[in-house]
């Protein structure tokens, strides 16, 4: 069992229960230093700081880490020098659940925006010993990106270093807890199927292209029920608030839902919907579609990724939501026959089976090796060892 170092700047959201995830499951002794889910600009400039004074505190409790594992909303490279004189020299993987290369500008952001972020994270893959990016698609879409960022340097370019760094990512899925997601299940009404929206409510996951095309549909006389339910901190979720009122009693849940009560909705959706402009990975999809819910995805983003056999009728091609959408709902058991078996399939990335997966890695480095990767480069997903 190895003592492991785990770095959370950013805890809350689908990062803190990463971090929360990996150090209940994982055999080795994790121990976690973290900051609050605030102020992510904040983070990327400045927690290199705090971080490293509150890693001082924890290491003299609890002894030096044999191996360091740094979510990536933080410079690391700032954080290591800040944390030499008392870290030693232990292998350090930087843990990717977004970059900021391919994340999509607010509508509200003023002009071009800055490289800081950017550079940020370069610099970060640069410092660590391996990075491991959540999907392939990340991994795939950040590679291609760097180049252009790197070509932009007056002089002293750094694209030479890309190929190596390159080597040193690796493709390490997010652990879902799916322990208490039912299989299959309640089967709701079949003249009014349930449509599930459960992602979080900015504007990176396009909520107004599905509630136009809900509100189309409904215009159009299709029957269903709708949940719009998610993580929401901003002030005027207009569109959310809009369509709640047009589609009147179709909305059976709205808001921000406790685990409990997220779960039992998850046991009575039909159908799961996105049209995100933005997706590494997708938790909250990887929830409904354990749970049996039919999805209505878009064929880009991680999706393609995670549904991998069942492409054909998981995922609708670019302007087709709409039609997508009605198709699903005026025929839902159809289409669930088409998608049998993938609630099955997407329990791949249930924690208490990706687990073995980190725990091999960490372990593969701390021997002084380079971890083996069981994710990419490979059509074949592991198999489901905790549950058989």
Same mark, same amino acid.
């Given at each position: 069992?190895?003592?492991?170092?785990?770095?959370?700047?950013?805890?809350?959201?689908?990062?803190?229960?990463?971090?929360?995830?990996?150090?209940?499951?994982?055999?080795?002794?994790?121990?976690?230093?973290?900051?609050?889910?605030?102020?992510?600009?904040?983070?990327?400039?400045?927690?290199?700081?705090?971080?490293?004074?509150?890693?001082?505190? *924890? *290491?003299?409790?609890?002894?030096?880490?044999?191996?360091?594992?740094?979510?990536?909303?933080?410079?690391?490279?700032?954080?290591?020098?800040?944390?030499?004189?008392?870290?030693?020299?232990?292998?350090?993987?930087?843990?990717?659940?977004?970059?900021?290369?391919?994340? %999509?500008?607010?509508?509200?952001?003023?002009?071009?925006?800055?490289?800081?972020?950017?550079?940020?994270?370069?610099?970060?893959?640069?410092?660590?010993?391996?990075?491991?990016?959540? +999907?392939?698609?990340?991994?795939?879409?950040?590679?291609?990106?760097?180049?252009?960022?790197?070509?932009?340097?007056?002089?002293?370019?750094? $694209?030479?270093?890309?190929? $190596? *760094?390159?080597?040193?990512?690796?493709?390490?899925?997010?652990?879902?807890?799916?322990?208490?997601?039912?299989?299959?299940?309640?089967?709701? !009404?079949?003249?009014?199927?349930?449509?599930?929206?459960?992602?979080?409510?900015?504007? !990176?996951?396009?909520?107004?292209?599905?509630?136009?095309?809900?509100?189309?549909?409904?215009?159009?006389?299709?029957?269903?029920?709708?949940?719009?339910?998610?993580?929401?901190?901003?002030? !005027? %979720?207009?569109?959310?608030?809009?369509?709640?009122?047009?589609?009147?009693?179709?909305?059976?849940?709205?808001?921000?839902?406790?685990?409990?009560?997220?779960?039992?909705?998850?046991?009575?959706?039909?159908?799961?919907? +996105?049209?995100?402009?933005?997706?590494?990975?997708?938790?909250?999809?990887?929830?409904?579609?354990?749970?049996?819910?039919?999805? *209505?995805?878009?064929?880009?983003?991680?999706?393609?990724?995670?549904?991998? $056999?069942?492409?054909?009728?998981?995922?609708?091609? !670019?302007?087709?939501?709409?039609?997508?959408?009605?198709?699903?709902?005026?025929?839902?058991?159809?289409?669930?026959? /088409?998608?049998?078996?993938?609630?099955?399939?997407?329990?791949?990335?249930?924690?208490?089976?990706?687990?073995?997966?980190?725990?091999?890695?960490?372990?593969?480095?701390?021997?002084?090796?380079?971890?083996?990767?069981?994710?990419?480069?490979?059509?074949?997903?592991?198999?489901? /060892? +905790?549950?058989?």
């Amino acid at each position: 069992m190895a003592r492991v170092l785990l770095i959370e700047p950013f805890h809350g959201g689908s990062h803190g229960a990463w971090a929360d995830g990996l150090a209940r499951h994982s055999r080795h002794e994790v121990v976690t230093v973290s900051h609050p889910a605030n102020a992510w600009r904040w983070r990327m400039r400045g927690g290199a700081l705090t971080l490293a004074a509150a890693t001082k505190l *924890v *290491v003299e409790e609890h002894g030096p880490p044999e191996v360091v594992v740094v979510s990536g909303m933080v410079d690391l490279a700032r954080w290591l020098g800040l944390t030499r004189q008392f870290l030693g020299d232990p292998p350090v993987v930087l843990y990717l659940h977004e970059n900021q290369l391919g994340y %999509p500008d607010s509508p509200n952001q003023k002009g071009a925006g800055s490289d800081e972020f950017l550079i940020s994270n370069w610099m970060s893959m640069a410092a660590a010993d391996e990075v491991w990016c959540n +999907s392939a698609f990340q991994r795939q879409s950040l590679l291609t990106a760097l180049p252009a960022l790197l070509g932009r340097a007056p002089d002293l370019s750094h $694209a030479r270093f890309l190929p $190596a *760094v390159a080597e040193r990512c690796h493709v390490v899925p997010v652990g879902v807890d799916l322990a208490d997601v039912p299989r299959c299940g309640v089967p709701g !009404d079949p003249l009014a199927p349930l449509v599930l929206w459960n992602q979080r409510w900015d504007h !990176d996951k396009n909520p107004k292209a599905v509630l136009d095309a809900l509100i189309q549909l409904a215009d159009a006389g299709v029957a269903f029920r709708v949940a719009l339910v998610g993580e929401n901190k901003r002030v !005027d %979720p207009r569109e959310f608030i809009e369509a709640r009122s047009y589609l009147g009693e179709r909305v059976v849940a709205y808001g921000f839902l406790d685990r409990l009560d997220y779960v039992e909705l998850l046991g009575r959706a039909d159908v799961v919907v +996105s049209a995100a402009d933005h997706e590494f990975f997708g938790i909250a999809v990887v929830e409904a579609m354990a749970a049996g819910c039919v999805p *209505v995805l878009p064929a880009r983003q991680s999706y393609p990724e995670l549904v991998g $056999a069942w492409a054909d009728g998981a995922l609708y091609p !670019d302007a087709g939501l709409r039609t997508r959408l009605r198709d699903v709902l005026v025929d839902i058991e159809s289409w669930r026959a /088409r998608v049998a078996g993938l609630d099955g399939a997407i329990r791949r990335f249930d924690w208490r089976t990706v687990v073995h997966d980190y725990d091999d890695r960490l372990d593969s480095l701390v021997a002084g090796g380079t971890s083996v990767s069981r994710y990419e480069d490979s059509d074949q997903w592991p198999t489901d /060892r +905790s549950l058989d």
